[in-house]
């Protein structure tokens, strides 16, 4: 017998529930370790981080990373909210996978069973692709910009002294940023597939993509050395073509 409406609705409402319900859990859980939490975040912030000890490994890469920087807070509830709201997004994070599922599940009995291989494996590849453009923030951009920002100085008078929630919101949104980015062979595919874009207008303009990519890099880490830049084009560039694999001829 074919569910009504109303039924479906019904069982929204608890996948909506259950939803909640999870995340605020894993936000809940990820609130009670404080301390590993901040010194995850705070991680390219230190001259140990693994970034800069490869650095300093290369040659001519001595004191690489080795920069003193202090933060302070300004505000009187500031650490604490800073506290919740990445608490938040960090259970977000954690629960995703489960909120995938439970969207999957309620959507699932709507699709034809090809559409449900294709649905799983559209999932999966898309949240892979948006964790890799995160942990290359996290491991590449993030720890360049930040020293290059955080050490420039327009006088030597003026001493940087960084606000704990323009650390913290800078990290989330260039994470945020470059999943996104990293999502670009999956908006060609649904483009594609929609008849809005072919492979062949990507192969033809492969070269202003490049260009493009490189502007987009160097915008996005405004060290202004070549070895960053290539750092964040080359993935990228690497984007790029497997979109162009994906796209229907």
């Not at 990820?30 to 705070?42: E, K, S, T």
């Not at 020293?147 to 001493?159: D, H, K, N, S, W």
């Amino acid at each position: 017998m074919a569910e009504s409406f109303w039924d479906h609705l019904d069982e929204l409402r608890s996948v909506l529930i259950r939803c909640v319900v999870a995340w605020g859990i894993c936000a809940v859980a990820v609130f009670c370790f404080r301390d590993a939490l901040f010194a995850f975040l705070f991680a390219p912030a230190h001259p140990d981080f693994i970034t800069y000890r490869l650095l300093r490994s290369l040659p001519y890469g001595e004191g690489w990373g080795e920069v003193s920087v202090s933060f302070i807070n300004t505000q009187l509830a500031a650490q604490f909210t800073t506290h919740m709201q990445v608490a938040a997004l960090a259970g977000l994070v954690i629960a995703f996978p489960f909120l995938l599922w439970q969207l999957y599940g309620f959507l699932s009995p709507a699709l034809y069973p090809n559409e449900k291989r294709a649905a799983g494996r559209i999932i999966g590849f898309g949240t892979v692709l948006f964790l890799c453009g995160v942990a290359l923030n996290y491991l590449v951009i993030f720890p360049f910009a930040f020293r290059f920002l955080a050490t420039y100085q327009v006088q030597p008078e003026v001493v940087n002294q960084i606000a704990l929630d323009s650390y913290v919101s800078t990290l989330l949104i260039l994470s945020l940023l470059m999943g996104v980015l990293f999502e670009m062979p999956m908006v060609a595919w649904a483009l594609g597939k929609a008849g809005l874009l072919e492979a062949a207008w990507l192969k033809q303009y492969r070269r202003h993509a490049l260009v493009a990519l490189m502007i987009l890099a160097a915008v996005i880490t405004p060290t202004g050395d070549a070895f960053t830049l290539m750092l964040v084009t080359i993935p990228l560039y690497l984007l790029y073509e497997l979109s162009i694999m994906v796209t229907p001829k």
